[in-house]
């Protein structure tokens, strides 16, 4: 049944209304695209291996005037992959405080090794959130782990598909690796 001029009117101002008294803050929420682990290696200007020592509250900047807030995360860096040229020993590692904002929550204090990939500020700070790759160590299979190393990084131009998107293959021509976040092995033939 079509809707009458008059229905659709009352549910425009209906939805209006309703946008109008939603809670400030309520609807606004962290969200990323999905992206392959070589995308994101090749995409970020520091890319680590790393323990996490402990974490501090701090201000977001030096003005007084601004509320905001970070964490900071003290580190102890196992493996630097990508970044040399940028930063030699990274010591901290910054992240919005609030998860509205891509903020990370990490364990301090802990055995547990993150893979790590970031930003560095013109500050020098590195920053991380939520739509870098920071996933645990142990979670990444042999295949991401190798990739760190000899193949993510030599063929940036490529185009991956996210890991949702099947079948994961490595391309011969483009060099570009496949292998998911789940620990699927690359299929060796060409694209």
Avoid at 22 to 39: I, K, R, T, V
Avoid at 172 to 184: L, V
């Amino acid at each position: 049944m079509p809707w009458s001029p008059l229905a659709a009117l009352s549910w425009a101002l209906v939805l209006r209304l309703l946008a109008l008294l939603w809670p400030p803050g309520l609807g606004e929420a962290c969200s990323c695209a999905p992206a392959h682990p070589q995308q994101h290696v090749c995409h970020s200007a520091l890319v680590i291996r790393a323990k996490i020592s402990s974490e501090k509250v701090v201000p977001a900047s030096e003005d007084p005037a601004d509320t905001q807030k970070m964490i900071r995360y003290e580190i102890k860096q196992i493996k630097m992959f990508k970044g040399f040229e940028k930063a030699k020993d990274v010591q901290y590692v910054y992240t919005p405080f609030d998860s509205s904002l891509c903020g990370v929550k990490l364990e301090t204090n802990s055995q547990k090794q993150y893979l790590l990939t970031g930003q560095i500020l013109s500050d020098g700070k590195v920053f991380i959130h939520l739509c870098n790759y920071i996933e645990p160590w142990e979670d990444l299979s042999l295949v991401q782990r190798e990739s760190l190393n000899h193949h993510y990084h030599q063929n940036c131009g490529c185009q991956c598909p996210v890991p949702s998107q099947l079948p994961m293959s490595v391309s011969g021509q483009t060099g570009c690796w496949n292998g998911s976040s789940m620990g699927t092995r690359p299929n060796t033939t060409s694209a």
